[in-house]
């Protein structure tokens, strides 16, 4: 049975689990427990996923002279769609204005507020520059951008442009090739994890109570959500490759780590999905797969950016008590993108960290209103990286039709 369904089904007996036994507190934990080591299993296949087949990617892509293609695809693709998906979030919030409840977190000591930026500031900049590769690959539990620099600087020097380095090249590539068949089968049998953290999601909102009360701000979220996925992406897309490729085709084919990133809201998690997928739904060569999935977990935060730009304009209007003016609105779509390229720092908590740094940059001060967001941040970075996952997937697609590999793949023979 195919991904997209087996999902939607785990994704429904979730609910059901939750409507059963979410008032009861051990399942609440135990949901919780094995949701968690399901989001580290996720890292243990991603890190070795990426390193073998981002080295693997940059010296096939080098050796064919593909690489500037590749370059000015990803690079198009992750502006214009993070630009347009933080503005739409900002001025969606603009047509259907809604006040930002208070959560169960509002109140709570605001203190680690001041402590995000120069934090994220030091770990970025530690984080670009390795050391020790070894230890930045065995240390990146939370964090890819070690990996990806470690990986993009051995697959630049992997090139196989002479004879004794090409054992190395065809020995990384078919390393590589076996890491893909653990992700085809983690994302075969992904929808068992979903499960579990569907039933923690459902169980979280329940016992946190606050969108049954807020039903305005759900509909917002979901509304904007809808729109993106459905409309903005799609266009974009379409756009970009000429009307040659039914976007709507590729979407469903790639629900499934949607799904997993909306109940998870981890990058880490899905990423593996949406590799495999985007290679073996999507008709994406693998070398494109390993390469460009990884890059968009920082350059393709546009989901993660829409959300916080329409959290933020809420928090600005319930806490100023007025709408916030088109130019305001404007600022903080354009910071939230700005943002939300360094957000993967803050792993499961990216919108937060998108929110209070924007507003960082916005010298607008809240007096701590932002802590409200941690008592939603199962739907809010829910909802992000579920439209990550889309951006992710489209773009690799993207990539693929303009360097002419993308092949069709008949609904059969998809996963």
């Keep these: 049975m195919k991904t997209w369904i087996t999902y ?41 996923l990426v390193f073998f087949g981002f080295s693997s990617g940059i010296a096939s892509l080098r050796k064919d002279e593909k690489g500037g293609i590749f370059t000015r695809t990803s690079i198009t693709w992750s502006v214009l769609s993070t630009l347009l998906l933080a503005l739409c979030g900002a001025f969606i919030f603009g047509l259907f204005p809604v006040a930002f409840p208070a959560s169960s977190t509002a109140g ?135 009307f040659k490729v039914n976007p709507y085709r590729l979407l469903y084919r790639v629900l499934a780590p949607a799904i997993a990133g909306l109940f998870s809201g981890s990058i880490f998690f899905t990423s593996p999905m949406t590799i495999s997928l985007s290679r073996h739904n999507l008709g994406c060569q693998k070398r494109v797969s390993a390469t460009a999935v990884p890059l968009y977990t920082f350059i393709g935060r546009g989901g993660s950016a829409m959300i916080a ?36 720092l803050y792993l499961g908590y990216e919108v937060f960290f998108i929110a209070v740094i924007a507003l960082k940059w916005l010298r607008i001060d809240l007096h701590g209103a932002e802590m409200t967001l941690i008592g939603l941040m199962p739907l809010l970075n829910g909802l992000g990286v579920l439209v990550d996952s889309f951006i992710a997937a489209l773009g690799t697609s993207y990539t693929c039709q303009a360097m002419g590999t993308r092949v069709e793949c008949a609904y059969p023979d998809i996963l």
Aim: glycine share 6%; net charge positive.
């Design 108 to 242: 709570s000591d605001p203190s680690v507020i001041k402590t995000v930026a120069s934090q994220s500031l030091s770990t970025l900049f530690n984080s670009m520059l390795p050391i020790n590769p070894f230890y930045s690959l065995s240390s990146a539990e939370s964090f890819l951008l070690p990996v990806i620099v470690i990986s993009c600087i051995f697959g630049y020097f992997l090139k196989p442009n002479v004879e004794i380095i090409r054992p190395a090249y065809v020995t990384m590539n078919s390393l590589s090739e076996t890491m893909f068949r653990l992700a085809r089968s983690y994302a075969a049998v992904g929808h068992f994890f979903i499960f579990f953290a569907s039933s923690y999601w459902f169980s979280r909102l329940q016992d946190e109570g606050t969108v049954f009360v807020a039903s305005r701000l759900l509909i917002l979220l979901l509304a904007s959500t809808v729109f993106v996925v459905l409309g903005v992406l799609p266009l974009l897309f379409a756009l970009l490759t000429k």
């Design 309 to 344: 730009a329409a959290s933020i304009c809420s928090l600005l209007y319930a806490t100023s008590g007025s709408m916030p003016s088109l130019k305001i609105v404007l600022f903080v779509g354009l910071a939230s993108a700005g943002v939300s390229y360094a957000s993967s």
């Design 8 to 48: 939607l089904a785990a994704t429904a007996l979730g609910l059901a689990a939750t409507l059963l036994f979410g008032d009861i507190a051990a399942f609440r934990q135990a949901m919780y427990t094995i949701t968690a080591l399901l989001v580290q299993i996720g890292g243990f296949v991603l890190i070795p």
